[in-house]
Structures are given as C-alpha cells and as structure tokens.
C-alpha cells in the first residue's frame, strides 16, 4: 500500500511538471595562507539544486553542506548545513518570488541562521533580445540576535548577436542596514559579462564596495561570516552536452578583512556543477 502512495506522488510530479533539473556541484575553498590575514585554512563544499515548474510557476530546492578547517589545532572547525526554498510566480511581463534560507552550523554567533526573501521583476522582450529588472529583499536573523536587512536592485540584458553568438549582462547593487555592525550601512555590487557561441558559454565577473552578512544567488548563497567582504573577480566556463545537459567550471578570487583581524586577505574558490533536465 505505501509502495502505491509513493508511486502515485512521483507519477502526479511528472505528469504535472513541465521541467524538472537537477544540479549537483561541489568544490573547494582556499584561504590566505598567512596566519595574519585569516584563521582559516580551507573549506569543501558540495549540495544539490533542484527546480520543478512549468511556465508560470517555479519550485527551488537547495541543500549545502560546508566543512571549514582552521589552521590552529585548537580551534574546533566549522560544520554547516544550509537548507533553501524558494517559490516563483511569472506572468506576461512581471513575475514575483518568495522563499526562505535556513542555516545550521556549530558557529556560536551566526549559527541558527534564518533568512526570509522575496523579490518583485519585470522583463522585456524586443525581437530575440531580452531585459529583466527588478529588487530583491532580505532578512536574516541568528540565534545570537544579530540581523540584517539587504536590498538588491539588479538588471540584465541578453543579446542575441547572431545565429551562433550571443551575449549576457549583468550588474547587482547590494544595500544592507547592519544596527549590529561597526557600521550602520554597507554597499557592494556584482557584475558579469557572458559570451555565448554554440554550445559554449565564458562569464567573467567582478565584485567592489563592502559586504558583510550577506546574501548572494538570489537567496541561495549566505555569506554568514563576520568578516568584511571587499573587492573581487571570477571567470566560470560552460559546456552544454544537450540543451538539457550542461557542464560548468569556475574559479573565483574574493579579498576580505576577517574579524579581529587587521591585515586584508584573499582567498580562492573552485567549482564544478553538472545541470541535467528531463
């Protein structure tokens, strides 16, 4: 009988779904090797996102779990779990997205973390070109009572330049109110730029201002740290296999300032992630 009711859910999900994908990645994290500039050593990262939708609406899953190893023996390393959910209305010309981040960590400060988002958008087709705006709004708490609110207006453009090329831009400013921070009020922004020519696709992208706290990948990603986030750059490579089977690779380099600590240092980021949709 239990075996039926399953079977009926998974029969119900495909035949109501128009698309679902999922995205296993991975990677590893490398911070600045002198003891002056960071207490960390490396992290690994890995998770899985999955999305199940038709034309108007979309369902986001994200699950990530990080290990973060400190130089000093003496320093118990860091474990974290983050949990995320987001669902997404589209319509003609607007669409709106709400959901939820939830963080579990052994960090006696930003640990039991809880961000609520939702965000409001429009878009713009003129021939085979299309433009997106709209802002996001975020809000995370932790159980040590320490909270943030952030704003993030963003744009983008596709251009399709031929039959082969194609073209992608991109700029986010993020705005956050931190009462519980050195500072009342933090601005960052990020922008790329994508090329795209048959089957492959090379973004290049760049970060300035300060962030702290922050929330990045439309609620997905959650900078839950205390250390300043600055300037920064990245490239990311792509392959699609099918239209339904993409490979991709990136490599990205953040400077930060981390509590307590007064020298700026930079760390590195490696990640691999394979989209499949059916």
Same mark, same amino acid.
């Given at each position: 009988?239990?075996?039926?009711? @399953?079977?009926s859910?998974i029969?119900s999900?495909?035949a #109501?779904?128009?698309?679902?994908?999922i995205l296993?990645y991975?990677?590893?994290?490398?911070?600045d090797?002198?003891?002056?500039k960071s207490?960390? $050593?490396?992290?690994s @990262?890995?998770?899985?996102?999955?999305t199940k939708?038709t /034309?108007? #609406?979309l !369902?986001?899953?994200d699950?990530?779990?990080?290990?973060?190893?400190?130089?000093?023996?003496?320093?118990?390393?860091?474990?974290q779990?983050? !949990?995320?959910?987001a669902?997404g209305?589209y319509f003609?010309s607007? =669409? #709106?997205?709400?959901?939820f &981040?939830?963080?579990?960590t052994?960090?006696?400060? @930003?640990? *039991?973390g809880?961000?609520?988002?939702v965000?409001?958008?429009?878009?713009?087709y003129?021939?085979y070109d299309?433009?997106?705006? %709209?802002?996001?709004?975020y809000y995370?708490r932790y159980?040590s009572?320490v909270?943030?609110?952030?704003f993030?207006?963003?744009?983008?453009?596709?251009?399709?330049?031929? /039959?082969?090329?194609?073209?992608?831009?991109?700029?986010?400013?993020?705005?956050?109110?931190?009462p519980?921070?050195?500072?009342e009020?933090?601005l960052?922004?990020?922008?790329?730029?994508? @090329?795209?020519?048959k089957?492959?696709? !090379?973004? !290049?992208?760049?970060?300035?201002g300060?962030?702290?706290?922050?929330?990045?990948?439309? %609620?997905f990603?959650?900078i839950?740290t205390?250390?300043?986030m600055?300037? *920064?750059?990245g490239?990311?490579?792509?392959y &699609?296999f099918?239209?339904?089977?993409?490979?991709? /690779?990136?490599y990205?380099?953040?400077?930060?300032?981390?509590?307590? /600590?007064? $020298?700026e %240092?930079s760390?590195?980021l490696? =990640?691999?992630?394979?989209y499949?949709?059916?």
């Amino acid at each position: 009988m239990i075996k039926l009711f @399953l079977l009926s859910i998974i029969l119900s999900v495909y035949a #109501y779904a128009e698309a679902i994908s999922i995205l296993p990645y991975g990677g590893n994290l490398s911070y600045d090797g002198d003891n002056n500039k960071s207490v960390k $050593e490396r992290a690994s @990262l890995y998770g899985v996102h999955i999305t199940k939708g038709t /034309l108007e #609406y979309l !369902l986001e899953f994200d699950f990530l779990k990080t290990d973060i190893r400190h130089k000093d023996v003496n320093l118990e390393n860091l474990s974290q779990n983050d !949990l995320s959910f987001a669902y997404g209305r589209y319509f003609k010309s607007y =669409m #709106y997205r709400g959901g939820f &981040h939830y963080i579990s960590t052994n960090d006696p400060i @930003l640990g *039991g973390g809880f961000v609520g988002f939702v965000s409001l958008g429009g878009y713009k087709y003129l021939g085979y070109d299309k433009y997106t705006y %709209g802002v996001e709004a975020y809000y995370s708490r932790y159980t040590s009572r320490v909270a943030v609110t952030q704003f993030t207006p963003y744009f983008t453009a596709y251009n399709a330049l031929s /039959l082969y090329w194609g073209s992608g831009f991109s700029v986010k400013a993020n705005y956050q109110l931190t009462p519980d921070y050195v500072k009342e009020s933090y601005l960052s922004f990020d922008v790329s730029e994508t @090329l795209y020519y048959k089957s492959i696709y !090379l973004t !290049l992208r760049g970060y300035g201002g300060e962030m702290v706290t922050g929330v990045k990948d439309s %609620g997905f990603t959650v900078i839950n740290t205390q250390d300043l986030m600055k300037t *920064g750059y990245g490239v990311k490579f792509g392959y &699609h296999f099918t239209p339904a089977a993409i490979f991709s /690779l990136s490599y990205d380099v953040n400077n930060y300032e981390e509590i307590d /600590l007064i $020298e700026e %240092g930079s760390s590195s980021l490696v =990640m691999a992630s394979f989209y499949y949709g059916f």
